[in-house]
């Protein structure tokens, strides 16, 4: 028991003072950054939420499309333009109008035409296809189906990923190509080819 | 967020416009009646009304912010408000002020192209004229004009360089475009409530087939499954069966022998009962399945004749909505006359009668091109100058009228007559003679009538000169073009040519009330079924081989002591040329051909079809927007068992038979000799696509066989039992039944066990090609890289 009162009487106050004084402002210093360092703390987040808006557009920047398959190639169609999707069953050809359009069809009571862009893009006919597809693309003034082999689905897709087009690689005339995906989906801009007047037929006997 | 705003600004904006183009309609009409009789006790009224369709377009274009028709209608207003105070008194040059001002704001509506700013300034002179005008104050008469032809004039320069290169097709558009009021009205359509309501009830009326089909569904499927209950027993009790049948063929064998072997079989005694027992009830209950069917199929009828009646009313409520009186059309044109007439220094006047009349507002739509551009010849070429008038001893101002009146037979008829000069037939002449149209002995030939009735065809004009208003003479072509379209037929009478004061001339056409259905023929030509519209029609007959004779190289046929040209109507659509398939050379038709005799005006023409099918009621439709017009086809139609067929264009049709100088078609129906070698083996396609299908098809006809299509293996195992095939070319992956299974099918069968089978698939993997080759294919063409002439090659090598 003696021991340790000794060592009590031994206590240097002016130093645990210090040492608590110490302490002290530590743990204020911890609680109340500097003025230097409280900017330094809100720039950072200014910073942060000033990036965010930024962020927020990159998520914008992606594009939904439909993916397709026509002729065992890939290709990808905005879905703004797409009204809907619906399988080929009866096919009227109508005689005297250009081959890229293959015949008209009654979809729920308007008839509606069928193009294939095949033929329109005139890309070589390479093997059989089923074309059991419709998908019906729509604008203010324009309507027409095109016909596609297989509906792959809808995904949405980063626009920086679009590549511009390879036209030598897939043959498709680079009016009508938005681009072409890192996996080699070729996506066709449906507003160019629905505005195309070259699409429309408009032909009288002389 | 900003995409959503921009659409909802569309919407605004649409209808705004909706609106103002009715505020402006008013205002015009308003004009209108306040220049015919400004001294009647109602001016003030009318002012008032005016006034008031400004003020309302103002505050309408005010909220969706339109700041140039505010900033127009603004000074408008205090011109109006002036006339209303009895300030300002109304006088000819105001009424063309007060015209062009509603017409530049009818511009503004229209033109959303361009920027505001230079049309702003476009503006300027009309609003600072209408200030002056609060002074009573008017700018020379001739200053005007540009303000509003400024914006007519690029619309109405294009067609001439159009008409010069390009076909006159184009040339439907240069009439639509200078019309008097824009086209606003077509998007929307007033339908009174009351018609509404009585359409909404029917709609909703419609629940009930709804409900009931959803019952006779269930039913069905009840009577299914316990026919399923049924069949369950029916195999329970086939060894029973089975026990008596062996019974049966050892007592026969036994009897057969005529050996009297003791050695009777034994009875199958206990299995007797149990036979019995399962007859008994199968009675019954095929009794209560009888009766059930009964009962369902009483109700599907009833059901059918409920539906039949409703739809029936709800269709001809809805038609009805679609009518519209000719009001609606025709109040723009007594401004739009008075500011021609007026343009070229002549006064007349329009009557309207049977404005009341309704018709389909398509139609009406259609047809305002067509009258606008008649109404335009009656000025510029009818009514003559004031002056010439008078030495003709006429009244100074030409009367223009526009009679309309109903007419049996679901039609109308429309008189638009002047009584101007009328036509000069002996100018009409020299001009088409100019056009080389005819030559100059046909000219002479030619009836007084005949000759005027030359103005319906393109570019013939008696116009010396060609205003901007009219005569180059393509309107008249387009007003046919339009009126045939349409199902109608237009006819001229002009008056006496020889007397010095001339007749007038009127214009008579006649118009279905709806557009919707007309009798129309179906036709058959190779695979093709076509309609023609029976108004066309002459007549349908069958013509004898030996009667159809060349006549300079062109196959005629008599009919009522005339030769008619004949042409094959196949050939005229520009469709392949297909060998007869066998069944009509066999058959007894061979010496009869069945022709269709179209006409329109003097023109007629036979036209070989390979069967005539039929009459019957059709709807056209036109073919979308993309096929804009097609040549020789008016528009489509959905025939009762859903197919779609297309409508042929007659006039259309003659031209392009006159034009193709075909070989006579009998000469050219014998096959090809290298054909007939292959003695038409028959090949049966089985795909499901209807594409592939159509191209198989084409690929095989075209190399001489003879093709019959079904759409799966099960429908063509069906066809396999009915008819004789040399080969198979099926596809694999189809619904029902695929391809492997029916090649195993036909393996397995005794009298088609040998048929050769090409499979063409999509399936490219080892796999697929050796199950192809285990059930039994003789070739597996692979579609990625199938090419016709590898296809022929290997059918060669089959048979």
């Not at chain 2, 008194?89 to 505001?116: H, I, M, R």
């Not at chain 2, 026969?252 to 036979?275: R, S």
């Not at chain 2, 059930?292 to 009828?301: I, N, Q």
């Not at chain 2, 008599?558 to 069944?583: C, I, N």
Request: hydrophobic share 45%; net charge negative; with cysteine.
């Amino acid at each position: 028991m003696s021991a340790p009162q000794k060592n009590n009487k031994a206590i240097d106050w002016s130093e645990v003072k210090q040492r608590l004084e110490t302490a002290r402002i530590a743990i204020e210093h911890i609680w109340a950054p500097t003025a230097g360092e409280t900017k330094q703390v809100l720039e950072e987040r200014a910073r942060a939420l000033a990036r965010e808006p930024a962020q927020a557009e990159s998520a914008d920047e992606r594009i939904e499309v439909l993916e397709f398959t026509l002729a065992h190639e890939r290709y990808a169609i905005a879905s703004e333009h797409v009204r809907e999707v619906y399988p080929l069953e009866e096919l009227t050809p109508l005689p005297c109008t250009p081959s890229f359009v293959l015949g008209i069809v009654n979809l729920r009571g308007e008839i509606l035409s069928v193009i294939d862009i095949k033929k329109f893009f005139d890309l070589p006919e390479k093997g059989l296809t089923d074309l059991n597809k419709v998908i019906v693309l729509e604008s203010e003034h324009m309507v027409f189906g095109i016909v596609a082999d297989a509906i792959g689905g809808v995904r949405r897709i980063l626009r920086a990923d679009i590549q511009p087009s390879l036209p030598t690689l897939i043959g498709i005339r680079e009016d009508y190509l938005q681009g072409v995906t890192a996996e080699r989906v070729v996506i066709l801009d449906a507003g160019k080819l629905l505005a195309d007047e070259k699409l429309i037929v408009q032909e009288q006997v002389e | 967020m900003a995409k959503q705003n921009d659409a909802f600004l569309k919407k605004l904006l649409a209808t705004f416009r909706v609106e103002a183009d009715e505020h402006l309609k008013a205002m015009s009409a308003g004009l209108v009646k306040l220049e015919k009789n400004p001294a009647a006790g109602r001016y003030a009224e009318i002012v008032e009304s005016v006034f008031r369709e400004a003020h309302s377009l103002k505050g309408a274009a005010r909220a969706v912010n339109i700041k140039e028709i505010e900033s127009v209608c603004q000074p408008l207003e205090s011109v109006l408000a002036a006339l209303k105070g009895n300030q300002l008194t109304v006088s000819p040059p105001l009424f063309d002020l007060l015209y062009q001002t509603v017409d530049a704001l009818g511009g503004l509506l229209v033109g959303d192209a361009g920027t505001p700013e230079p049309r702003q300034v476009r503006l300027e002179p009309l609003i600072r004229r209408l200030g002056n005008a609060v002074h009573g104050q008017f700018a020379q008469s001739g200053m005007a004009r540009p303000v509003t032809l400024a914006q007519h004039t690029p619309t109405a320069q294009l067609p001439d360089a159009q008409v010069e290169t390009a076909a006159p097709a184009e040339a439907a558009a240069p009439v639509a475009a200078p019309s008097p009021v824009t086209s606003l009205t077509s998007e929307t359509v007033r339908v009174s409530t009351q018609k509404l309501d009585a359409v909404m009830r029917q709609v909703e009326e419609l629940l009930s087939p709804r409900l009931a089909s959803a019952q006779r569904a269930k039913e069905l499927r009840e009577v299914t499954v316990s026919f399923v209950t049924w069949k369950k027993q029916r195999a329970r009790i086939r060894p029973t069966l089975r026990l008596i049948e062996r019974y049966a063929e050892k007592a026969d064998n036994g009897a057969a022998g005529g050996l009297h072997k003791f050695q009777a079989p034994e009875f199958p005694a206990k299995a007797l009962p149990k036979l019995l027992e399962h007859l008994e009830a199968e009675q019954l209950f095929m009794k209560a399945l009888e009766e059930r069917l009964l009962r369902l199929s009483k109700f599907a009828a009833h059901d059918r004749h409920t539906l039949a009646g409703m739809s029936d009313s709800l269709l001809h409520d809805v038609k009805e909505m679609h009518l519209l009186p000719f009001a609606s059309l025709l109040e723009s044109f007594p401004r739009f006359i008075r500011e021609l007439a007026r343009d070229e220094g002549k006064q007349v006047e329009l009557t309207v009668q049977g404005s009341e009349i309704e018709i389909d507002r398509r139609i009406l739509e259609e047809m305002k091109a067509p009258l606008i551009h008649l109404l335009r010849n009656c000025i510029d070429h009818g009514i003559e100058q004031p002056s010439v008038r008078q030495d003709r001893g006429k009244p100074p101002h030409g009367t223009i009228t526009v009679a309309i009146a109903q007419k049996d037979g679901g039609k109308i008829e429309i008189l638009v007559a002047d009584d101007g000069a009328g036509i000069d037939a002996a100018k009409v002449k020299a001009a088409a003679c100019r056009l080389g149209a005819v030559s100059a002995e046909e000219a002479d030939k030619l009836s007084a009538q005949e000759a005027q009735a030359l103005i319906f065809q393109s570019g013939i004009s008696t116009s010396q000169i060609i205003t901007d208003v009219s005569g180059r003479g393509l309107g008249l072509a387009i007003v046919r073009e339009k009126v045939e379209r349409l199902g109608g037929t237009v006819s001229l009478e002009s008056g006496a040519l020889e007397s010095r004061d001339g007749g007038g001339t009127s214009f008579r056409i006649v118009l279905p009330l709806m557009l919707a259905t007309f009798r129309g023929v179906l036709v058959r030509v190779g695979e093709h079924c076509f309609v023609i519209p029976a108004l066309s029609i002459e007549r349908a007959a069958r013509v004898n081989q030996q009667d159809i004779l060349t006549v300079e190289n062109r196959a005629t046929i008599p009919l009522d002591g005339q030769a008619v040209a004949l042409t094959v109507l196949g050939d005229v659509l520009e469709l392949p040329r297909r060998k007869l398939p066998h069944q009509d050379k066999t058959g007894k038709n061979q010496e009869k051909t069945p022709v269709v005799v179209l006409g329109v005006g003097h023109q007629r023409v036979a036209f070989q079809v390979d069967e005539i099918l039929g009459e019957q009621e059709v709807l056209v439709k036109t073919l979308g927007r993309q096929l804009a017009r097609v040549r020789n086809i008016a528009g489509a139609s959905v025939l009762g068992t859903g197919q779609v067929v297309a409508v042929l264009n007659v006039p259309d049709l003659l031209k392009s038979a006159v034009r193709q100088a075909a070989p006579p078609p009998a000469a050219a129906e014998t096959p090809a000799g290298t054909h007939e070698a292959a003695e038409k083996q028959a090949i049966l396609v089985v795909e499901d696509s209807i594409t592939s299908r159509a191209l198989l098809k084409n690929i095989l006809e075209s190399a001489g066989y003879l093709v019959t299509t079904a759409v799966d293996g099960m429908d063509a195992y069906t066809t396999l039992k009915t008819g004789t095939f040399d080969l198979i070319v099926s596809d694999v992956e189809m619904p029902r039944m695929n391809g492997f299974d029916l090649t195993a099918k036909v393996r397995a069968d005794k009298r088609l066990g040998e048929l050769p089978v090409v499979l063409v698939t999509a399936l490219e993997s080892r796999e697929h090609r050796e199950r192809g080759i285990d059930v039994g294919a003789n070739a597996y063409i692979v579609k990625s890289s199938f090419d016709q002439s590898n296809l022929l090659e290997v059918i060669r090598r089959l048979i």
